[in-house]
């Protein structure tokens, strides 16, 4: 479609560009942050499922994430092979895939017919098109039976959902009346139960999801993805209530996948700060979770998350580097997440999240750029003049005879430290529906090896009506 249709450039590959691509390598590419943070990722899911919807398991259908990507890297473009898009696209791929694969599973009934089967199926293909294409394909979006024709249990394993909408503050630089109003929706699903001193072997029995979408105003429409998928636990505290009266605890230790996507635009009309920006597409680690359930007390349960995680592959905001598509970093790193949920009965619910990430930028673009230095020294054209055709690599390339897409860089040598605290209050108006208050404030220290040093700090605020299923 990219080629005969849409008359894609990048995609008029010849035997030549394959092997142009085999002989000069893979490099970091200058895609756009959502393109390589969210699209590979996605893309991934799509070859993760294509395993999935035909019966493999988890870790069988990860590999196909994996060749699909290299496949496309080496063979499907002209551009070169880009080493960031093979970890975000099969790490990023396995997170979104498991998570779309089971969620789409929920509303299939083979037993239904007519208008309930159709919007079962849409609903399915909607959340996981390649199961829904192998569906239509093997006949079974339409065949009815009346044996094994559910795809989930909700007694094993439940699920919550909830669904917000309401009003979004985000601040430029902070100010307190200079930002950007735009209404909100929010999707949020627990599947499975986090805790419930159990060992447990089969990744994604259990995961936390949550995502924000904004439309209107200058901010893109997805603001922020949020999946914590556990791969493996074995419980490491159970202490069962032995009356309704008794404290019941449980707590285990776990291995688990991560992917968060935050994403910003800077305020149309304000400075030319971007809020935030930062992603870890291919993030593992282990983590502790514990519960304190008492049912009779005014706080009926409490739940704390700690996790560390290893990030293989991020991308944070860089004030510096912008080339063609790109104006952030990337690199690697590890996070640190903790989650505090306080239920108040019938009344309240108080949540507290709390991200921290620092991601190493350590392949830097000033040597490569040294030859154009001397150019610039000897008066054939000033740095001004390149940085603001950056963005165009056919006249840069024009210009300086240089090809930035083989730049193969990472972004600003040096790191980057985001903080993330999400307070959120929900008060609940009947068992289904409460009103939520929620802000996060988002704290950047970024360090750079040869340029100033950049600290910046903003925040938003959110006031919306939820429902919980």
């Given at each position: 479609?990219?080629r005969?249709?849409?008359k894609?450039?990048?995609?008029?590959?010849?035997?030549?560009?394959?092997?142009?691509?085999?002989?000069?390598?893979?490099?970091w590419?200058?895609?756009?942050?959502?393109?390589?943070?969210?699209?590979?990722?996605?893309?991934?899911n799509?070859?993760f499922?294509?395993?999935?919807?035909?019966?493999?398991?988890?870790?069988?259908?990860?590999?196909?994430?994996?060749?699909?990507?290299?496949?496309?890297?080496f063979?499907?473009?002209?551009?070169?092979?880009?080493?960031n898009?093979?970890?975000?696209?099969?790490?990023?791929?396995?997170?979104?895939?498991?998570?779309?694969?089971?969620?789409?599973?929920?509303?299939?009934?083979?037993?239904?017919?007519?208008?309930?089967?159709f919007?079962r199926?849409?609903?399915?293909?909607?959340?996981?098109?390649?199961?829904?294409?192998?569906?239509?394909?093997s006949?079974?979006?339409?065949?009815?039976?009346?044996?094994?024709?559910?795809?989930?249990?909700?007694?094993?394993?439940?699920?919550?959902?909830?669904?917000?909408?309401?009003?979004?503050?985000?601040?430029?630089?902070?100010?307190?009346?200079?930002?950007?109003?735009?209404?909100?929706?929010?999707?949020?699903?627990?599947?499975?139960?986090?805790?419930?001193?159990?060992?447990h072997t089969?990744?994604?029995?259990?995961?936390?999801?949550?995502?924000?979408?904004?439309?209107?105003?200058?901010?893109?429409?997805?603001?922020?993805?949020?999946i914590?998928?556990?791969?493996?636990?074995?419980?490491?505290?159970?202490?069962?209530?032995?009356?309704?009266?008794?404290?019941?605890?449980?707590?285990?230790?776990?291995?688990?996948?991560?992917?968060?996507?935050?994403?910003?635009?800077?305020?149309?009309?304000?400075?030319?700060?971007?809020?935030?920006?930062?992603?870890?597409?291919?993030?593992?680690?282990p983590?502790?979770?514990?519960?304190?359930?008492?049912?009779?007390?005014a706080?009926?349960?409490?739940?704390?998350?700690?996790?560390?995680?290893?990030?293989?592959?991020?991308?944070?905001?860089?004030?510096?580097?912008?080339?063609?598509?790109?104006?952030?970093?990337?690199?690697?790193g590890?996070?640190?997440?903790?989650k505090?949920?306080?239920?108040?009965?019938?009344?309240?619910?108080?949540?507290?999240?709390?991200?921290?990430?620092?991601?190493?930028?350590?392949?830097?673009?000033?040597?490569?750029?040294?030859?154009?230095?001397?150019?610039?020294?000897?008066?054939?054209?000033?740095?001004?003049y390149?940085?603001?055709i950056?963005?165009?690599?056919?006249?840069?390339?024009?210009?300086?005879?240089?090809?930035?897409?083989?730049?193969?860089?990472?972004?600003?040598?040096?790191?980057?430290?985001?903080?993330?605290?999400?307070?959120?209050?929900?008060?609940?108006?009947?068992?289904?529906?409460?009103?939520?208050?929620?802000?996060?404030?988002?704290?950047?220290?970024?360090?750079?090896?040869?340029?100033?040093?950049?600290?910046a700090?903003?925040?938003?605020?959110?006031?919306?009506?939820?429902?919980?299923?």
């Amino acid at each position: 479609m990219d080629r005969y249709l849409l008359k894609e450039p990048f995609v008029k590959t010849t035997l030549n560009s394959i092997g142009d691509n085999f002989r000069k390598g893979m490099v970091w590419d200058n895609d756009l942050f959502t393109m390589n943070m969210f699209a590979h990722p996605y893309h991934g899911n799509l070859y993760f499922n294509a395993a999935r919807a035909n019966g493999l398991s988890y870790w069988e259908s990860a590999p196909f994430a994996l060749l699909g990507s290299a496949e496309w890297e080496f063979f499907g473009e002209t551009d070169p092979p880009a080493i960031n898009d093979l970890f975000a696209t099969t790490c990023g791929g396995m997170a979104i895939g498991e998570t779309l694969h089971r969620l789409s599973l929920t509303p299939l009934d083979d037993r239904t017919r007519g208008w309930n089967r159709f919007w079962r199926e849409a609903v399915a293909t909607l959340l996981n098109p390649i199961q829904g294409i192998h569906r239509i394909l093997s006949g079974d979006a339409w065949r009815v039976r009346n044996d094994h024709y559910h795809y989930h249990d909700f007694h094993t394993i439940p699920i919550q959902a909830s669904f917000s909408t309401g009003l979004r503050y985000v601040a430029d630089d902070g100010a307190l009346f200079r930002g950007d109003y735009c209404p909100y929706v929010n999707i949020g699903f627990v599947y499975g139960a986090g805790v419930d001193g159990e060992k447990h072997t089969k990744p994604f029995d259990f995961f936390d999801f949550d995502a924000t979408f904004s439309f209107g105003g200058s901010q893109p429409v997805i603001n922020n993805i949020n999946i914590m998928g556990r791969l493996w636990s074995t419980p490491i505290v159970d202490r069962t209530a032995k009356n309704e009266h008794a404290k019941s605890m449980y707590g285990e230790f776990g291995f688990y996948q991560h992917y968060n996507y935050y994403d910003s635009k800077p305020i149309k009309g304000g400075s030319d700060l971007t809020p935030y920006r930062i992603s870890e597409p291919a993030s593992f680690g282990p983590g502790f979770m514990f519960v304190m359930e008492q049912p009779k007390a005014a706080l009926t349960r409490a739940e704390q998350r700690i996790f560390l995680s290893g990030i293989l592959l991020g991308g944070t905001k860089s004030d510096y580097f912008n080339i063609i598509e790109r104006d952030y970093n990337m690199g690697s790193g590890f996070s640190i997440k903790t989650k505090t949920v306080l239920d108040f009965g019938s009344m309240a619910r108080f949540t507290l999240n709390a991200k921290y990430f620092r991601i190493f930028t350590f392949k830097g673009y000033e040597d490569k750029l040294a030859p154009l230095q001397e150019r610039i020294d000897n008066g054939e054209f000033t740095a001004e003049y390149l940085r603001s055709i950056a963005d165009d690599k056919d006249k840069f390339e024009e210009v300086t005879g240089y090809d930035l897409r083989y730049l193969n860089a990472q972004g600003d040598k040096g790191n980057a430290a985001l903080l993330i605290i999400n307070p959120m209050l929900e008060f609940h108006l009947t068992k289904q529906w409460g009103i939520i208050a929620q802000g996060s404030y988002f704290i950047r220290h970024t360090y750079y090896k040869y340029h100033d040093n950049v600290r910046a700090s903003t925040f938003e605020a959110k006031l919306g009506l939820t429902c919980r299923l």
